[in-house]
């Protein structure tokens, strides 16, 4: 068993394992505000596995997309996260910025 | 099966929870499990497409990647009044 074998094994665990937290946190969490984050997670499980296809088939037409597709999950997974909480702040008080001082004020 | 379509049952296998959190909680909550489920299922095409020898196919998974996040966008900017 080569190096490059075991590594990229290594990493399709490593992704498979986050993207399986990812989803244990969306069922297990209460708060939608508290769900939210793992949206961010699970874009990294992606990167890690697009990475480790990658350490498998080297530079090659599949090893180049797949990166670029984790690349996108786990680029693209944040921006997705805040603009969904600023369009959930919005939907539940008309404006997103609403009440942001009592809530900084508090402890 | 080598470790590739097995890695993309365990994952297609989890998109089940997210369609549970779908049906049985807020709209918001099934709007973030859409999010999550959009990530699951481009890396499963991933997976697959490396699985069965077909490079071809990764251009599925890069293709989905987008659309689901541009389609996650539409839903949450259409949630804010209208749904």
Redesign the interface.
Same mark, same amino acid.
């Given at each position: 068993m080569s190096f490059s074998h075991v590594a990229a094994?290594i990493l +399709? &665990?490593t #992704? &498979?394992v986050l !993207?399986?937290f $990812?989803?244990l946190g969306?069922?297990v969490m209460r708060d &939608?505000y508290d769900?939210?984050h793992?949206?961010g997670l $699970?874009?990294y499980? $992606?990167l890690l596995?697009?990475i480790s296809?990658l350490v *498998? !088939?080297s530079w090659? +037409?599949?090893g180049d997309?797949?990166l $670029?597709? #984790?690349a996108? @999950?786990a680029l693209?997974?944040p921006v @997705?996260?805040h603009?969904?909480t600023r369009?959930?702040r919005? *939907?539940e008080r008309g404006d997103w910025a609403d009440g942001i001082e009592q809530e900084l004020e508090q402890p | 099966m080598n470790e590739w379509e097995i890695a993309a049952a365990v994952i297609a296998a989890a998109i089940l929870p997210c369609l549970g959190v779908c049906l049985f909680s807020s709209v918001l909550s099934a709007l973030v499990a859409l999010e999550v489920t959009g990530t699951l299922a481009s890396t499963a095409l991933m997976l697959l497409s490396e699985g069965f020898h077909r490079q071809p196919f990764v251009d599925l998974a890069l293709a989905f990647a987008f659309l689901s996040m541009m389609g996650a966008f539409a839903f949450a900017r259409l949630m804010e009044r209208d749904l």
């Open positions: 094994t +399709l &665990v #992704g &498979v !993207e399986l $990812a989803v969306l069922v &939608v769900r939210l793992y949206v $699970a874009g499980g $992606a596995i697009g296809i *498998r !088939e090659s +037409l599949i997309k797949t $670029a597709t #984790g996108v @999950l693209i997974g @997705l996260v603009t969904t369009s959930f919005t *939907r | -």
